[in-house]
């Protein structure tokens, strides 16, 4: 976003860095705070890489997060250095967003930095003033895509701050799975900014799924803007040893909307997760539910965060459900489900529970010839399954392999 060729767009980005500058020292309000200093030293692009990288890292990308190099459409970024993106599904659109910009700056000012501040806290400061890259795809009116979007967003060392946004227009329909990981040695800061519009009686289904390290820092920020009719279902999973993690997706429903914001995350070592997510309905017959499944386990600790409220005047329904599993006495689990309603005529209800396996389900499973770790695996892809109504099967099978996934990294 640093090449506009439009002076407007420069001067509208340029108070687009004006206030992000403003937020430099500002911490985010959950989650462990980091030192971002180095990151603003550091050189605005990583260094360059060869097609024989991107094959290896596209690779890697498949075995761990489920990326497929195949795919129709896909968008492919190392670092903030290599873009690679490319759709032949008729009606979608994919680029690198600073491509966007450049060709449509008076459009792009709609939308960029639009549901995301820059200026929320230091790590938004950091992408507006450091990031580069991040996919644009764009589904056209009445486009129904069967195949997902695939985007690889794959880190190499120091910092990936990448902007998103993603556009479907009114009565269309598609799946964006996002898959970030990196190289096994990598350490760095991942700030994925995304910027999500949903028309009208359009239906987005994002996948986002994270495989890190245990010296990686992740803080992804994003707005989700979803108009009458529309249907936002989000599935986020991460299956790592993560070093921090926070984030907190915020939604706004207009009329006849819903919204479903499903998480599993999988502790381990001493990682510190924070994840949640808000709903806000602001239109008549919407509804909205926000679901999390955590497994804990080593010395880590998960924190969920849920919030729906409901403007005044609306009929509305929410729910939050949020469900945590120990698998150690050295692990922590919180749960801090939140509603809120100005509204007589809207039913927000949650429910919240923590435990751990029961050893007469691991009996019975063994006595029927598993072993004990065969029927831990059993329980627990059980406890982390969501049912989520309404997917094609190419989706829900990419979800119940994930699933699989987390069960087998819990053991």
Same mark, same amino acid.
């Given at each position: 976003?640093?090449?506009?060729?439009?002076?407007?767009?420069?001067?509208?980005?340029?108070? %687009?860095?004006?206030?992000? $500058?403003?937020?430099?020292?500002?911490?985010?309000?959950?989650?462990?705070?980091?030192?971002?200093?180095?990151?603003?030293?550091?050189?605005?692009?990583? $260094?360059?890489?060869?097609?024989e990288?991107?094959?290896?890292?596209?690779?890697?990308?498949?075995?761990?997060?489920?990326? =497929?190099?195949?795919?129709?459409?896909?968008?492919?970024?190392?670092? !903030?250095?290599?873009?690679?993106?490319?759709?032949?599904?008729?009606?979608?659109?994919?680029?690198? &967003?600073?491509?966007?910009?450049?060709?449509?700056?008076?459009?792009?000012?709609?939308?960029?930095?639009?549901?995301?501040?820059?200026?929320?806290?230091?790590?938004?400061?950091?992408?507006?003033l450091?990031?580069?890259?991040?996919?644009?795809?764009?589904v056209?009116?009445?486009?129904?895509? *069967?195949?997902?979007?695939?985007?690889?967003?794959?880190?190499?060392?120091?910092?990936?701050?990448?902007?998103?946004?993603?556009?479907?227009?009114?009565?269309?329909?598609?799946t964006?799975?996002?898959?970030?990981?990196?190289?096994?040695?990598?350490?760095?800061?991942?700030?994925?900014?995304?910027?999500?519009?949903?028309?009208?009686?359009?239906?987005?289904?994002?996948?986002?799924?994270?495989?890190?390290?245990?010296?990686t820092?992740?803080?992804?920020?994003?707005?989700?803007?979803?108009?009458?009719?529309?249907?936002? %279902?989000?599935?986020?999973?991460?299956?790592?040893?993560?070093?921090?993690? !926070?984030?907190?997706?915020?939604?706004?429903?207009?009329?006849?909307?819903?919204? &479903? &914001?499903?998480?599993?995350?999988?502790?381990?070592?001493?990682?510190? !997760?924070?994840?949640g997510?808000?709903?806000?309905i602001?239109?008549?017959?919407s509804?909205?539910e926000?679901?999390?499944?955590?497994?804990?386990?080593?010395?880590? $600790?998960?924190?969920?965060?849920?919030?729906?409220?409901?403007?005044?005047?609306?009929?509305?329904?929410?729910?939050?459900?949020?469900?945590?599993?120990?698998?150690?006495?050295?692990?922590?689990?919180?749960?801090?489900?939140?509603l *809120?309603s100005?509204?007589?005529?809207?039913?927000?209800?949650?429910?919240?529970?923590?435990?751990?396996?029961?050893?007469? =389900?691991?009996?019975?499973?063994?006595?029927?010839?598993?072993?004990?770790?065969?029927?831990?695996?059993?329980?627990?892809?059980?406890?982390?399954?969501?049912?989520?109504?309404?997917l094609?099967?190419?989706?829900?099978?990419?979800i119940?392999?994930?699933? $699989?996934?987390?069960?087998?990294?819990?053991?």
């Amino acid at each position: 976003m640093k090449r506009c060729s439009a002076t407007v767009s420069k001067s509208w980005l340029e108070a %687009v860095a004006e206030r992000a $500058k403003s937020a430099l020292s500002k911490p985010a309000p959950y989650g462990v705070d980091l030192d971002i200093e180095p990151y603003l030293k550091a050189p605005l692009a990583g $260094k360059p890489v060869g097609e024989e990288a991107v094959a290896e890292a596209e690779e890697a990308a498949r075995e761990a997060v489920g990326f =497929e190099p195949s795919a129709r459409a896909k968008y492919v970024q190392l670092d !903030q250095a290599y873009f690679k993106y490319m759709s032949r599904l008729p009606g979608v659109e994919v680029k690198r &967003l600073e491509d966007f910009v450049d060709e449509n700056p008076d459009e792009a000012r709609e939308y960029v930095w639009r549901l995301v501040d820059p200026a929320s806290d230091k790590y938004t400061a950091l992408a507006a003033l450091k990031g580069a890259g991040g996919y644009f795809i764009r589904v056209k009116e009445n486009s129904r895509v *069967e195949d997902p979007v695939m985007a690889c967003l794959f880190l190499t060392g120091g910092l990936q701050a990448p902007h998103n946004i993603v556009i479907l227009e009114k009565n269309a329909q598609a799946t964006v799975y996002t898959g970030c990981t990196l190289a096994p040695e990598a350490a760095g800061l991942h700030v994925g900014i995304s910027e999500f519009y949903v028309g009208e009686n359009a239906e987005l289904r994002f996948v986002m799924v994270h495989a890190w390290n245990a010296v990686t820092h992740v803080r992804p920020r994003t707005g989700v803007y979803v108009a009458d009719g529309g249907k936002y %279902v989000s599935y986020y999973v991460n299956m790592s040893a993560v070093k921090t993690l !926070q984030t907190y997706p915020m939604v706004t429903l207009k009329s006849g909307a819903y919204a &479903l &914001l499903a998480s599993v995350l999988l502790g381990r070592g001493d990682s510190v !997760q924070d994840v949640g997510g808000e709903v806000v309905i602001e239109g008549s017959e919407s509804s909205a539910e926000i679901v999390s499944r955590v497994v804990a386990r080593d010395s880590s $600790k998960v924190v969920t965060r849920a919030r729906i409220s409901a403007n005044s005047g609306v009929s509305a329904k929410g729910h939050i459900e949020c469900r945590g599993l120990l698998l150690s006495d050295s692990a922590v689990i919180e749960a801090v489900p939140e509603l *809120e309603s100005s509204s007589t005529n809207a039913v927000l209800t949650h429910e919240a529970s923590i435990g751990k396996l029961a050893e007469e =389900e691991i009996y019975y499973l063994v006595s029927r010839g598993f072993t004990r770790d065969e029927a831990i695996g059993i329980l627990v892809r059980g406890f982390v399954s969501i049912d989520i109504k309404g997917l094609p099967p190419k989706v829900k099978s990419y979800i119940e392999t994930l699933e $699989k996934m987390v069960a087998d990294k819990a053991l």
